[in-house]
């Protein structure tokens, strides 16, 4: 089977068998083509490539491109998911990453915005304008709900339950999940769907909640430059993007007591573990609780 061949394979494999978002599958055939084309300048290619050869990789990536060890956990994860289905696919294949240790990711705090910083965001932007009021609308939603940017873009209109103050999310692995809406949320949710999204249609139509000025999908790339012209004129000096938002929301909430159980509902994670990184706040609350009250502190 020739390598092109079998990545596509591969790449239907976790459409369908795994049903993984069109992000996950990108990011899993993004690595696997980096793999290829360090293979290829080594005179070899992904059929036949040895341990070694993933390890030369995963060296390369580090040492030449300065990747940090959850990129390199990532690629080595995509490059083992890959030969784990061609070993069961043909058999007689060898998965030459068995045998290599999965780099230590060391889990630190991600970057969030104090709620002084989230206040001067949002304030900032105007209601009066379509587009900064739509901007806004998806802005709200990223924080209050803690949504993942590629589940805000791919919201449609009918995933809001205003009655009973919810969103249904399709989240990784098409995994649903209903995250409530708070008041602000659902009032600018309201304000953009009356008073921009008609506008910025026009005579179009769209299931999308969220409408670009072409009228097709709001896409992710465009959040993301839209988050960092706000953000510019705040005067923040944070490198802000769409997932601080969700990490934002995570810390407040555990910040005001919300228990990691719960928050882990909300966020979409499957495993717990993903979740303990906001342990960290917990771990500061204790510290300064301890620092202010007891005697010997």
């Not at 990784?172 to 949710?189: C, D, I, S, T, Y």
């Amino acid at each position: 089977m020739k390598e092109i061949q079998a990545i596509k394979r591969f790449k239907r494999f976790l459409q369908i068998e795994k049903g993984l978002s069109q992000n996950s599958i990108y990011s899993y055939t993004y690595d696997l083509k980096k793999f290829c084309e360090f293979l290829a300048r080594c005179n070899k290619d992904i059929m036949s490539a040895t341990k070694e050869d993933v390890q030369k990789f995963l060296s390369f990536e580090k040492n030449k491109k300065h990747n940090s060890s959850r990129t390199l956990a990532r690629s080595l994860a995509a490059i083992r998911q890959f030969y784990n289905f061609m070993s069961v696919t043909l058999g007689d294949i060898e998965n030459p990453t068995i045998k290599i240790e999965t780099p230590q990711i060391e889990k630190t705090l991600p970057d969030y915005l104090s709620q002084e910083e989230i206040d001067k965001l949002f304030a900032t932007i105007s209601e009066s304008d379509i587009y900064e009021l739509r901007d806004k609308t998806i802005f709200e939603l990223l924080y209050s709900c803690g949504l993942r940017i590629s589940e805000a873009v791919e919201l449609l209109a009918s995933d809001v339950d205003f009655d009973n103050r919810f969103l249904k999310i399709k989240g990784k692995g098409n995994k649903e999940r209903l995250v409530p809406v708070g008041k602000e949320a659902l009032r600018l949710l309201k304000k953009y769907i009356k008073e921009s999204r008609l506008e910025i249609l026009g005579t179009r139509s769209s299931d999308f909640l969220f409408i670009s000025k072409k009228g097709s999908m709001l896409n992710r790339r465009s959040v993301w430059r839209l988050l960092k012209g706000h953000v510019e004129r705040t005067g923040i000096n944070k490198n802000i993007t769409p997932h601080t938002l969700r990490h934002s929301f995570a810390t407040h909430l555990i910040e005001r007591g919300a228990d990691l159980r719960t928050v882990q509902e909300l966020l979409g994670h499957t495993d717990i573990s993903t979740t303990q990184v906001y342990t960290h706040v917990v771990s500061k609350q204790l510290k300064d609780i301890h620092k202010k009250f007891h005697p010997k502190a």
